[in-house]
């Protein structure tokens, strides 16, 4: 076991972890943020993905540990006071949402993509995402949101 | 339940409407059961199978036993239950004998997660292997083993299945119409062809996951992530033996389905957990690799089809012969063979038709329902075939389908009436063509060929499905007044990310004349509180629910205006209402409000009348039939979807290489509820359908150990797969029966994309496919005519990647 302590959506949390505890465990199982969910544990399917000190990563693939001092961004922290990321809206209007499972992940990793390229082509998108499994949309509509909070232009915000 | 408002009538029917489900979704709020834990949860692991078939010598648990925090171990030999959909043919956990790579042979629930994976680790399993029968032809050989050698023993649905004992067989579906003998002599062709495709995973983001609490008196409480809460509960009732009462079974947010979480899964073995940890709650949650081997997949299918044309194109005959693998049990597989055999020859008329469709026993992960429920898969072979006869006879193959659509006046392989309002297949095929220009090269594409030194072709299939259910088929509604006067509805049909949760607000809107936001449907399906649904499966949500929906309107409706009739001493025929409030047509001051009358009408005095409100909706399917078990007669179909898919590919003829540039999906959906969702089902199904078609498939060597059980070895389409440009149509002819004309359209946008890209590769290239997945490498090996090689993957003998067979003409 050891301490660790790390930032997430702006709350500090110090706790013990075993050595061997994954970052996604940790968020799941210790801290109760279940928003970010488990599709493989293998970092093949992106549904854990989460920003770490500014960077899409996949959770499953980064232990606790590793994370000590670290500053995250979860799904849990993606809308402010109540209202939805401009980016959230555009997947609700957009209906980029079905089952909902590989949402969380694919909000985190569109939030990374549009921050570091604020007016992705539809291509650059398509790159952004690629490393994200949605076994339901067909992805369409997902692009489409995406492409329009980046015409927003607030949606990293 | 067709009500014939004009479209600019109505206020949310067909209108852009929210998904009341993304919000929670999107801020990570949805709460799924792997997202649950219970206090003093324990958490499980299972023993696999690495064999296809072994004996079970002996299984010792005492070193796992003896670890700390190990609470419950079970085997198979201390449970005596057996499960079954439609032939009652699994054991909890593998007993005496493994048939299946993958099958459970032994669980362990423990205080953590990893210390139930170290108990798993420490059961030792002495197996003696034993030879495999792997292919389903192979499985039907006289000399073949068994793999249930008690099959005479188990019990079935006898209306619908005929196992047949001392053989592999676990069904075979018979379809009779017409004389196919005397058919074929008057034919001027007859075409014969083999077609296969290899048994694949749905892979629903979130694996399969239960958490049970086998309470005290045998009070049973599942968590899980099932598609079907009713019959969930029913199966599991039905193998332990136990009352419905006693068994409660709650699905809240599910995270995909297709189909594999249609029926009963992990559950049972959950219980016994559970039961034998002195009824601690117990969570499995199947890890990746399970999910593609302990758990169901879809079906292999090896399809034979001989097709008889008459001198003018007409295609007077056709024999269909399915071999559906089954894998080790008959699971949904016994059932897509049926709802197959009926439906195998597509939206053609045909008058003369021998089906004979055997569900067949392998030592395979089993099959199960998977999105189109068989016809993606029988699809593939279908409208290939159509190519090949259209080309055979000198026919263009547009104009050959077109001159078979069934119509207004032609029968269905079952002897079912085709009417004008049963859908217009016809329609979607022409709209298809001309949505991706087919027959010609636009000059765009004229230049991107010259441009690029590959080849563009494109192709129009069509296709059909009804839904496959009981004759019986039922659900309810209910819908419960707030005090504010807004309403909740509560039903068991689960919206797994379909959408069809926000339909049904749409229609309840609707037909309440309220807002959306004033129509709350309830997530979390409860078998204790929510009312009796069959199950989520076969595209039969939104008409069946639907129609319950505008039932339970209405009953709100009325039961709202008797009291408000009494209340406004006032005659019932002469109220009227709008979203907030009931009043008197000709006095519309004389007035009460539905907050007023939600839970009973108070006179200024005190005294009462009414009650809280409810309304309640029943809807059953009407007039189906069984089917004849020597002929296939009957009426199976509730209603038909028909559709069309035309795809544009460009390839490489050297490489085999290819782009899919465009796919557009047309069905004929009655009509369109929510345009956003049909899209969404469209396109998502279509990818679904391209995954099946490009790259998607189980390959096992040659002792049937699957070797592709992950991610990184079966490879679902990404949104780099994605074509170029996607459209989704939608036609509307309305469905009489349908709510405000709808039909379901959830499976369909999978059925046609995969003989959609065959023919257009074929069109591009004359490559001749017969297997798909299509990969790059087998469209060079057909452009070759070259046989598969000996490597990692090919080796396999039964999974993917075999040549053309001989095309076979027979002598006219």
Redesign the interface.
């Given at each position: 076991m050891r301490e660790i302590t790390l930032t997430i959506n702006g709350e500090s949390y110090t706790r013990e972890v075993h050595e061997h505890r994954t970052l996604l465990h940790f968020l799941?199982?210790d801290l109760g943020?279940?928003?970010?969910?488990?599709?493989?544990?293998?970092g093949?399917?992106g549904?854990c993905t989460i920003i770490m000190n500014g960077a899409a990563v996949n959770s499953c693939l980064v232990l606790a540990a590793e994370a000590n001092g670290s500053v995250l961004e979860?799904?849990?922290g993606?809308?402010k006071d109540g209202t939805?990321s401009a980016l959230?809206s555009a997947?609700?209007?957009?209906?980029?949402?079905?089952?909902?499972?590989?949402?969380?992940g694919m909000?985190m990793s569109a939030t990374d993509l549009l921050r570091r390229n604020p007016n992705p082509s539809r291509d650059e998108?398509?790159?952004g995402?690629?490393?994200?499994?949605?076994?339901?949309?067909?992805?369409?509509?997902?692009?489409e949101a995406i492409l329009a909070a980046s015409k927003e232009g607030k949606s990293h915000a | 339940m067709l009500e014939a408002i004009p479209a600019d009538q109505l206020k949310h029917v067909g209108k852009k409407t929210?998904?009341i489900?993304?919000?929670?979704?999107?801020?990570?709020?949805?709460?799924?059961v792997?997202?649950m834990?219970l206090p003093g949860m324990l958490y499980a692991r299972v023993l696999t199978s690495p064999h296809a078939r072994a004996r079970i010598v002996s299984i010792d648990t005492a070193k796992a036993e003896a670890i700390p925090g190990v609470r419950a171990i079970v085997v198979g030999d201390e449970l005596d239950y057996r499960l079954g959909l439609y032939v009652v043919d699994k054991a909890i956990l593998a007993k005496g004998e493994v048939r299946h790579y993958g099958e459970a042979v032994a669980a362990v629930a423990a205080d953590t997660l990893e210390i139930a994976e170290q108990g798993v680790e420490a059961i030792e399993v002495v197996y003696e292997e034993l030879e495999p029968v792997l292919h389903p032809l192979k499985a039907l050989e006289a000399d073949a083993p068994l793999v249930h050698p008690d099959l005479s023993d188990y019990s079935y649905m006898e209306a619908a299945f005929t196992p047949q004992p001392g053989t592999n067989v676990a069904n075979h579906t018979k379809l009779r119409k017409g004389d196919t003998a005397k058919a074929f002599e008057e034919c001027e062709w007859i075409i014969e062809r083999r077609y296969t495709n290899p048994s694949v995973q749905?892979?629903?983001?979130?694996?399969h996951v239960a958490i049970v609490q086998w309470g005290h008196d045998d009070e049973v409480t599942i968590w899980s992530s099932a598609q079907s809460p009713f019959t969930l509960r029913n199966l599991f009732c039905t193998a332990f033996g136990m009352s419905h009462q006693k068994v409660r079974v709650i699905v809240p947010?599910?995270?995909?389905?297709?189909g594999g979480k249609a029926g009963i899964g992990i559950e049972p073995l959950v219980a016994v957990l559970s039961r034998k940890a002195g009824g601690r709650a117990v969570k499995l949650t199947a890890?990746?690799e399970q999910e593609f081997s302990l758990l169901p997949c879809r079906s292999q299918l090896t399809y034979n089809i001989k097709t008889g044309i008459r001198e003018d194109g007409r295609i007077l005959a056709q024999e269909l012969t399915m071999y559906w693998d089954s894998g080790a049990y008959a699971d949904y597989a016994v059932n897509v063979t049926r709802a197959s055999g009926y439906s195998a020859g597509g939206p053609y008329d045909i008058p003369n038709a021998k089906v004979d469709a055997y569900t067949i026993y392998t030592n395979k992960p089993f099959g199960t329902a998977y999105r189109g429920f068989g016809h993606v898969e029988f699809f593939w072979g279908l409208e290939r075939h159509m190519d090949l006869v259209a080309e055979a006879i000198g026919m263009e193959p547009l104009e050959f389908r077109l001159k078979n659509t069934l119509g207004p006046g032609s029968t269905t392989l079952t002897g079912e009436k085709i009417t004008a309002n049963t859908g217009n297949i016809t329609k979607c095929l022409q709209t298809a063509a001309e949505a991706i220009g087919y027959r010609k090269l636009t000059s765009k594409e004229k230049a991107r060929e010259k441009e690029t030194g590959l080849k563009i072709g494109k192709a129009v299939v069509g296709l059909h499905k009804a839904p496959a259910m009981p004759p019986f088929t039922a659900t309810t509604v209910i819908l419960k007044m707030n005090e504010d006067g807004s309403v909740t509805a509560n039903l068991s049909l689960v919206d797994?990310?379909?959408?069809t949760y926000t339909a049904v607000q749409q229609i309840v809107a609707e037909r309440l004349g309220f807002d959306v936001s004033q129509v709350k449907v309830a997530f979390e399906s409860d078998t204790d509180r929510d009312p009796y649904d069959w199950q989520t499966v076969a595209s039969k949500g939104l008409l069946l629910s639907g129609n319950a929906a505008i039932l339970a309107a209405e009953d709100l409706l009325k039961n709202a205006h008797e009291v408000a009739a009494q209340a406004l001493r006032a005659q019932a025929v002469d109220l009227a209402h709008d979203n907030e409030k009931i009043f008197v047509r000709h006095h519309p001051e004389s007035a009460v409000t539905f907050a007023q009358l939600a839970i009973g009408y108070a006179f200024p005095n005190g005294n009462s009348i009414g009650g809280p409100l409810v309304g309640v909706g029943r809807y059953i399917a009407q007039g189906l039939t069984h089917l004849d078990k020597e002929t296939g007669q009957g009426l199976p179909a509730i209603d038909w979807t028909y559709g069309a898919h035309g795809l544009t590919v460009e390839v490489d003829r050297e490489t085999g290489e290819y782009n899919v540039l465009k796919v557009v999906s047309v069905f004929d959906v009655g009509k369109v509820i929510n345009p956003?969702?049909v899209?969404?089902q469209a396109?998502?199904?279509?990818?679904?359908g391209l995954g099946t078609a490009t790259c998607e498939g189980y390959i096992y060597n040659e002792q049937g150990r699957l070797l592709n059980p992950?991610?990184?070895d079966n490879k679902?389409?990404?949104?780099?797969d994605?074509p170029l440009e996607?459209d989704a149509i939608a036609i509307e002819t309305p469905q009489i029966d349908g709510p405000y004309g709808a039909r379901g359209v959830g499976e369909h946008s999978m059925i046609g994309v995969a003989a959609a890209l065959g023919n257009a590769i074929q069109h591009a290239t004359k490559a001749e496919l017969t297997h798909m997945p299509i990969r790059y490498e087998d469209v060079w090996r057909a452009l070759q005519k070259r046989e598969p090689v000996d490597n990692w993957i090919t080796k396999s003998p039964y999974g993917s990647c075999r040549s053309a067979p001989e095309i076979i003409k027979h002598d006219c």
């Open positions: 799941r199982d943020l279940t928003g970010t969910k488990e599709g493989c544990g293998a093949e399917c549904a979860t799904i849990e993606a809308a939805l959230q997947f609700h209007e957009h209906h980029a949402v079905q089952c909902g499972f590989c949402t969380p909000v998108i398509i790159d995402i690629e490393g994200n499994f949605c076994r339901c949309t067909g992805y369409e509509q997902i692009i | 929210d998904r489900d993304s919000k929670a979704k999107l801020t990570g709020q949805a709460t799924y792997s997202d834990t749905h892979v629903p983001m979130e694996t947010y599910v995270g995909g389905g297709f890890t990746r797994y990310g379909q959408g956003d969702e899209r969404g396109i998502g199904g279509m990818l679904q992950s991610f990184t679902i389409p990404t949104a780099r994605l996607v």
